[in-house]
């Protein structure tokens, strides 16, 4: 493991060389990022922190992480990650999933959950709740970048960026971002159809966050999803769409905290500012 | 110089009327089955002229749009391999990549090939980014789908001693045989289409026919690539039948005339524009790095002028078109002399797709259109020597 930052670190598994945000101490929380990637500077990372110790990878073909040869699918996704759960040997691991993230850890989960503790679904994608002809997740790409804020996010300036003056690093990772994104969820689209039969499997203690504004999920979707786990709870985030944990970080990490029963420290008054 | 006759077959009749997307959403309420069966029947006859007039035809296939009604080419190559008599059949292409099952294209293709006598050319493609929503094919990793289907289609036109099996990637085939085999051995002749310099140096190493659209004064460091790869494997100079342009033709005894004849001509690249944003440019289908730097405000013209002018070519003049060597326009002598400078800029193209109808352009201009180009233009092509390029060290 070579420290490339302060808290970004390159791992090796299975040969594939990814990217991924070590920070905190104590328990380790996984957090599994969206479709449109993580940010290592997101404030939600840092707040996590402050209750144990954030995993954060980009997954495989996201950001700066290598795609290794064959992975195309949620399915592949999971079992590199529990490749890596067991190569890290990490143990009474909370898992944090958004969108994508959320469908990945819940196919971790029906596999193997005995390094899992709990689960926290974000606004997850990853089964069928409607009938096959009704469309349960808006086609993100067949919309126009400015619907696409306006449908996923409370506020649609935060989905906004201005690639032109920010790295060449940060297009490179958001063109990434996108096309491993499809790689893994064109079709069927956003989810596994095999999944929702596999659901009972999960007997860890599991948490729907719903950001209320998402209009990409619906609240129908996030309340159908939740209901296939035996006794997973249901809470949604207001002023959130798609991604509470970029437009409530704070609240977002208070939720997982409450739910998993975590103190966290305190945040230093400089962040905080 | 051998020129294939094409025209996309269009459903010209809506193409004003629509809301923004031509291709992909636009309802299927606006085509008029009766107005497309006679519009079939006028391109079938056009096509049927162009056999006459010597000409070889070209069939393509798009989906779900008004700039093609031809979304399911096997049609069109069965009426030209039964009703024609000389031309050559070049379907441009086959979206191999798309499609669920190359043992049925095999079988289609070779069943072409055998009615018409041995007389398919096979084009194979990826296909436009607007045909991804449509097939709903995964644009990401479609080449090493398209690559696999093609291993697949050859093998299966040129075994013939015992069924072979297939556990590949994306296909699984136990008892591979195909009924009947194609006349042309071991397989008709293969084409296909690039835009970008490492397909093309690929090409070359394959030898297959590499066709362009719209890359007018931007088209040699292609063919250059083409060149250097060709030379590398087969140690001989490519010769100039490796190489296809698609070029728009308008021509007619005056100039004002072809002029007139060239602006609706023009109509396929204006209208081929037209649609829905997000389809054009689905996930995967170009390179990370390229999409990057459209995200950074990035993107280069694709078009330039014989003396190096970024043009647009959904959206110029047609003097831009042909300054740009995107569309022949004028009298036989003009367009002529346009060809053959286009060709020798190349370093030698021996295979002109020609658009000689699109759009609006009536009946009885494609007919006048095809014919004059026939009988002024195309004998003085067959007879001009090719050059011979060398391979530039710019490749």
Same mark, same amino acid.
């Given at each position: 493991?070579?420290?490339?930052?302060?808290?970004?670190?390159?791992?090796?598994?299975?040969?594939?060389?990814?990217?991924?945000?070590?920070?905190?101490?104590?328990?380790?929380? /996984?957090?599994?990022?969206?479709?449109?990637?993580?940010? *290592?500077?997101?404030?939600?990372?840092?707040?996590?922190?402050?209750?144990?110790?954030?995993?954060? *990878?980009?997954?495989?073909?996201?950001?700066?992480?290598?795609? *290794?040869?064959?992975?195309?699918?949620?399915?592949?996704?999971?079992?590199?990650?529990?490749?890596?759960?067991?190569?890290?040997? /990490?143990?009474?691991?909370?898992?944090?999933?958004?969108?994508?993230?959320?469908?990945?850890?819940?196919?971790?989960?029906?596999?193997?959950?005995?390094?899992?503790?709990?689960?926290?679904?974000?606004?997850?994608?990853?089964?069928?709740?409607?009938?096959?002809?009704?469309?349960?997740?808006?086609?993100?790409?067949?919309?126009?970048?400015?619907?696409?804020?306006?449908?996923?996010?409370?506020?649609?300036?935060?989905?906004?960026?201005?690639?032109?003056?920010?790295?060449?690093?940060?297009?490179?990772?958001?063109?990434?971002?996108?096309?491993?994104?499809?790689?893994?969820?064109?079709?069927?689209?956003?989810?596994?159809?095999? /999944?929702?039969?596999?659901?009972?499997?999960?007997?860890? *203690?599991?948490?729907?966050?719903?950001?209320?504004?998402?209009?990409? /999920?619906?609240?129908?979707?996030?309340?159908?999803?939740?209901?296939?786990?035996?006794?997973?709870?249901?809470?949604?985030?207001?002023?959130?769409?798609?991604?509470?944990?970029?437009?409530?970080?704070?609240?977002?990490?208070?939720?997982?905290?409450?739910?998993?029963?975590?103190?966290?420290?305190?945040?230093?008054?400089?962040?905080?500012? | 110089?051998?020129?294939?006759?094409?025209?996309?077959?269009?459903?010209?009749?809506?193409?004003?009327?629509?809301?923004?997307?031509?291709?992909?959403?636009?309802?299927?309420?606006?085509?008029?089955?009766?107005?497309?069966?006679?519009? #079939?029947?006028?391109?079938?006859?056009?096509?049927?002229?162009?056999?006459?007039?010597?000409?070889?035809?070209?069939?393509?296939?798009?989906?779900?749009?008004?700039?093609?009604?031809?979304?399911?080419?096997?049609?069109?190559?069965?009426?030209?391999?039964?009703?024609?008599?000389?031309?050559?059949?070049?379907?441009?292409?086959?979206?191999?990549?798309?499609?669920?099952?190359?043992?049925?294209?095999?079988?289609?293709?070779?069943?072409?090939?055998?009615?018409?006598?041995?007389?398919?050319?096979?084009?194979?493609?990826?296909?436009?980014?607007?045909?991804?929503?449509?097939?709903?094919?995964?644009?990401?990793?479609?080449?090493?789908? #398209?690559?696999?289907?093609?291993?697949?289609?050859?093998?299966?036109?040129?075994?013939?001693?015992?069924?072979?099996?297939?556990?590949?990637?994306?296909?699984?085939?136990?008892?591979?045989?195909?009924?009947?085999?194609?006349?042309?051995?071991?397989?008709?002749?293969?084409?296909?289409?690039?835009?970008?310099?490492?397909?093309?140096?690929?090409?070359?190493?394959?030898?297959?026919?590499?066709?362009?659209?719209?890359?007018?004064?931007?088209?040699?460091?292609?063919?250059?690539?083409?060149?250097?790869?060709?030379?590398?494997?087969?140690?001989?100079?490519?010769?100039?039948?490796?190489?296809?342009?698609?070029?728009?033709?308008?021509?007619?005894?005056?100039?004002?005339?072809?002029?007139?004849?060239?602006?609706?001509?023009?109509?396929?690249?204006?209208?081929?524009?037209?649609?829905?944003?997000?389809?054009?440019?689905?996930?995967?289908?170009?390179?990370?790095?390229?999409?990057?730097?459209?995200?950074?405000?990035?993107?280069?013209?694709?078009? #330039?002028?014989?003396?190096?002018?970024?043009?647009?070519?959904?959206?110029?003049?047609?003097?831009?078109?042909?300054?740009?060597?995107?569309?022949?326009?004028?009298?036989?002598?003009?367009?002529?002399?346009?060809?053959?400078?286009?060709?020798?800029?190349?370093?030698?193209?021996?295979?002109?797709?020609?658009?000689?109808?699109?759009? #609006?352009?009536?009946?009885?201009?494609?007919?006048?259109?095809?014919?004059?180009?026939?009988?002024?233009?195309?004998?003085?092509?067959?007879?001009?020597?090719?050059?011979?390029?060398?391979?530039?060290?710019?490749?």
């Amino acid at each position: 493991m070579s420290v490339t930052t302060d808290a970004i670190v390159s791992i090796v598994v299975n040969g594939a060389t990814i990217e991924t945000v070590d920070r905190g101490q104590g328990q380790p929380i /996984l957090f599994l990022h969206p479709g449109i990637g993580i940010d *290592p500077a997101a404030p939600v990372l840092a707040e996590l922190a402050r209750g144990g110790r954030v995993i954060a *990878p980009s997954h495989p073909g996201f950001g700066g992480s290598q795609l *290794p040869k064959g992975m195309s699918s949620v399915d592949d996704l999971s079992y590199f990650y529990l490749d890596l759960l067991d190569q890290l040997d /990490l143990r009474d691991v909370l898992v944090v999933g958004v969108g994508l993230g959320g469908w990945i850890a819940a196919e971790i989960a029906v596999k193997n959950s005995t390094r899992l503790s709990r689960l926290v679904m974000a606004n997850a994608v990853g089964v069928k709740v409607g009938d096959r002809e009704t469309r349960d997740i808006v086609d993100v790409w067949s919309l126009m970048p400015d619907e696409y804020d306006t449908l996923a996010y409370f506020d649609p300036k935060v989905g906004k960026r201005d690639y032109k003056n920010l790295p060449e690093a940060v297009s490179l990772a958001a063109a990434r971002n996108r096309e491993a994104h499809a790689r893994v969820a064109w079709s069927p689209y956003m989810h596994n159809p095999k /999944l929702k039969n596999r659901l009972h499997r999960i007997r860890i *203690p599991t948490l729907f966050l719903w950001g209320a504004a998402d209009r990409i /999920l619906s609240d129908t979707y996030g309340r159908g999803y939740c209901a296939m786990i035996a006794g997973a709870k249901f809470e949604p985030i207001e002023r959130a769409g798609h991604y509470p944990h970029i437009e409530q970080p704070a609240e977002f990490a208070r939720r997982v905290f409450a739910f998993a029963g975590t103190a966290a420290k305190a945040a230093p008054r400089a962040q905080r500012a | 110089m051998q020129v294939y006759q094409f025209t996309e077959q269009p459903y010209y009749p809506v193409w004003n009327d629509h809301s923004g997307s031509l291709r992909v959403n636009l309802p299927s309420r606006k085509i008029d089955p009766k107005i497309a069966g006679d519009l #079939f029947h006028r391109y079938y006859d056009e096509l049927l002229l162009s056999d006459e007039l010597g000409l070889n035809i070209m069939l393509n296939e798009h989906h779900q749009t008004a700039t093609c009604m031809s979304s399911t080419v096997i049609v069109g190559l069965s009426v030209m391999a039964r009703q024609t008599k000389k031309a050559r059949l070049l379907v441009l292409g086959y979206p191999i990549g798309h499609r669920l099952d190359p043992l049925r294209e095999a079988e289609e293709l070779a069943t072409i090939d055998v009615i018409s006598r041995g007389r398919l050319d096979m084009g194979f493609i990826k296909g436009v980014p607007y045909e991804f929503p449509a097939s709903n094919q995964n644009p990401v990793g479609v080449m090493d789908r #398209f690559w696999e289907a093609h291993d697949f289609i050859i093998k299966a036109m040129s075994s013939h001693d015992e069924p072979f099996n297939w556990e590949g990637e994306f296909f699984h085939y136990r008892q591979v045989n195909v009924w009947p085999r194609p006349v042309q051995q071991p397989h008709p002749p293969i084409w296909t289409t690039t835009g970008n310099r490492t397909q093309a140096r690929l090409l070359g190493e394959k030898g297959y026919v590499m066709a362009t659209l719209g890359s007018g004064y931007a088209t040699r460091p292609l063919y250059d690539a083409y060149r250097q790869s060709y030379q590398a494997k087969w140690r001989k100079p490519a010769p100039a039948d490796r190489f296809a342009y698609l070029g728009l033709v308008a021509v007619a005894e005056d100039e004002a005339e072809a002029r007139r004849r060239g602006e609706f001509i023009a109509g396929y690249l204006r209208s081929s524009s037209i649609v829905h944003l997000p389809f054009r440019n689905p996930p995967g289908f170009l390179a990370a790095e390229d999409n990057a730097r459209m995200l950074r405000g990035e993107s280069a013209p694709r078009s #330039f002028t014989k003396d190096g002018r970024g043009i647009n070519m959904h959206h110029g003049s047609v003097q831009d078109l042909i300054d740009a060597g995107i569309l022949f326009c004028g009298t036989p002598d003009q367009v002529y002399k346009q060809i053959v400078e286009f060709c020798e800029y190349c370093g030698g193209m021996g295979n002109l797709l020609m658009m000689g109808h699109a759009g #609006f352009l009536s009946h009885e201009d494609t007919v006048a259109n095809l014919t004059l180009f026939a009988k002024e233009v195309m004998p003085r092509l067959k007879e001009w020597k090719q050059p011979v390029a060398e391979v530039t060290a710019a490749a």
